[in-house]
C-alpha cells in the first residue's frame, strides 16, 4: 500500500491487526489523516513501513497468506482517496486497468520477498561498484528559508553508477552510497560527481541504491515530453526549443506564438491515444558516424560530449538523441494532461503538463480544493465561480463602505487632535487598524508645520507604517533617523516622510526623539 503525498512532514504510521491509521502533514501545512480497517485479520508484528519525502509504502502481511481478500477493506465502499490493485486482488470492479499501472513497479518488488523480515529491499534498483576518487567539496543549496546556504562534503566518482546526473533538461537521481545519501549528482565530462557529507574509501566495493520513487516520476514526465514533442511537430509543425522537468508541473517551449485551446485539445487526444496504443520505446546507442544518426531529431550534442550517441525511440512516432531516463512502453505514462499555455520568451509559448503519478496526485489536489471549497461555500461544484464572485463583489461593497468610514475617522481624529488641549510640540497617534491613506488624511487636515506629527498604524509590537509630517527642515533632518529606530525604509518630500517599519514596539524611543528635537530648537531660539 502506497500512501502518496508529495512533500509530506511528520508522517505517522500504525499498523494494527485490524486496522492501518494514516497521518501526515503536506507540502501547504494541511494535517491529513486516513484509516483503515481490514477486511480480516492482518500480522501487524510483521508489517513494515517505507518512508519518502513524496510516499510512504506499507507492506502489510495478512494473517492468513494463502486466503484471498475479496476487497482490502472491511465495508464494501470505496473512499474517494483509496485505489488498490495489485495482481490478484480485485476491490472493485472497473478500476483494474487503470490503476495496475500505478502499482505495478510495487507488485514487483512484492514478488522479490523472499523472507519475512525485513520487507523488500527493491534488490533491482542496487548496484554494486567501485568507488574510483573522493574529494573534498561545496554544495549551494536553498534552505527552508529561500536562502542560498552552502554544505561542506564529498564528490565522489565511481567505476559505474546508476545514479542520472542532471542533463537534457531533466534533474538528477537522488539515492544512496552505502546507506550515504547523495545530495546531487553531476555530469563531468564522462564522469558522474556523486556529492555526499561523509567520506567514501577509493577503491572500496559500494552498494548504490536509487530513490526509484523521483526516477520513476522522472521517466514518465521525460518520456511525456518526447511524445507531446513528437505530437506536436506532427499535427501542427512546432517544434520543441526548449522543456524543463518541474518539481510539480512540466514546461515544453514551442516554437509558435499562439496555440489555441482547440490546438491543445487535439495535441492531449493524440498524446493520450498513442498511450492506450501502448506503443513500446526502446534506447539504442550509435556512433558518431553513423549515417542513422542524420536521421535523428536532436538539438546538438554537449561540448564535453563523450563516447557513443543515444537515441530513444518511440516505435513509429519518433527518434530522439537524448541522455534521459525513459519508460519502456508508452503505457507507463497511464495518461497525460495538459494543463495549458502561457505566453513565453521571444514569441514563443509554454505548453505546461502533467504525466502519470503528476496526473493523479493533481487530482488528488483538485479534489481536495473541491471539497473544502463545496463544505465553505456551502453549495455544489458547479456553483463555486458564481458563489466566489457573489462574494468578491460584496468584498468590494464593504470595502468601499469601509473606506469611506475611514475617511471620515481621519477626519474626526485630525479635528480633535487639533482642538486638544496637549496640542503643539510633538503629536504622536497609534491605531491598530488603518493605512497611509488614513494617516495622510489627517496630516492633509492638520496641516500646520509649527508641530511635529508621528502618526502609527499596524501591530504595536511588530510590523506596520509610520508618517513624520512637520516643517521641511524638522523632517528631513529626521525622516531618515524615525526609519533608522524603527528598522525600517521610509522617503520623504515637502515636510512629510512615510515608510514601513519593522519594530513598532520603538515607537517611545521616537517620540523622546522628536521631543529632545523640538526642546533643542526651543532652547536656540
Known sequence: MEFCVEDNSDARVLIEDHRIVFSCKNADGVELYNEIEFYAKVNSKDSQDKRSSRSITCFVRKWKENVAWPRLTKEDIKPVWLSVDFDNWRDWEGDEEAELAQV????????????????????????TTTVVSCCPAELQTEGSNGKKEVVSGFQVVLEDTLLFPEGGGQPDDRGTIDDISVLRVTRRGSQAEHFTQRPLTPGSQVLVRVDWERRFDHMQQ??????????????????????????????????????????????????????????????RELSLDDPEVEQVRARGLPDDHAGPIRVVTIKGVDSNMCCGTHVSNLSDLQMIKILGTEKGKKNKTNLIFLAGNRVLKWMERSHGTEKALTALLKCGAEDHVEAVKKLQNSSKLLQKNNLNLL??????????????????????????????????IIANEIGSEETLLFLTVGDEKGAGLFLLSGSAEAVENLGPRVAEVLEGKGAGKKGRFQGKATKMSRRAEVQALLQDYVDTQGAEE
Open 104 to 127: 505495478e513497479h510495487y507488485a514487483e518488488l512484492l514478488k522479490k520477498v523472499s523472507t519475512k523480515r525485513p520487507p523488500p529491499a527493491m534488490d533491482d534498483l542496487d548496484f
Open 222 to 283: 521525460h518520456s511525456g515530453q518526447h511524445l507531446i514533442t513528437a505530437v506536436a511537430d506532427h499535427l501542427f509543425g512546432w517544434k520543441t526549443t526548449s522543456w524543463e522537468l518541474g518539481r510539480l508541473r512540466s514546461v515544453i517551449e514551442l516554437d509558435s506564438p499562439c496555440v489555441t485551446a482547440e490546438q491543445v485539445a487535439a495535441i492531449e487526444q493524440g498524446v493520450n491515444e498513442k498511450i492506450r496504443d501502448r506503443v513500446p520505446v526502446n534506447v
Open 407 to 440: 475617511r471620515d475617522l481621519a477626519v474626526h481624529t485630525a479635528h480633535s487632535l487639533r482642538n486638544s488641549p496637549d496640542w503643539g510640540g510633538v503629536v504622536v497617534l497609534h491605531r491598530k487598524e488603518g493605512d497611509s491613506e488614513f494617516m495622510n
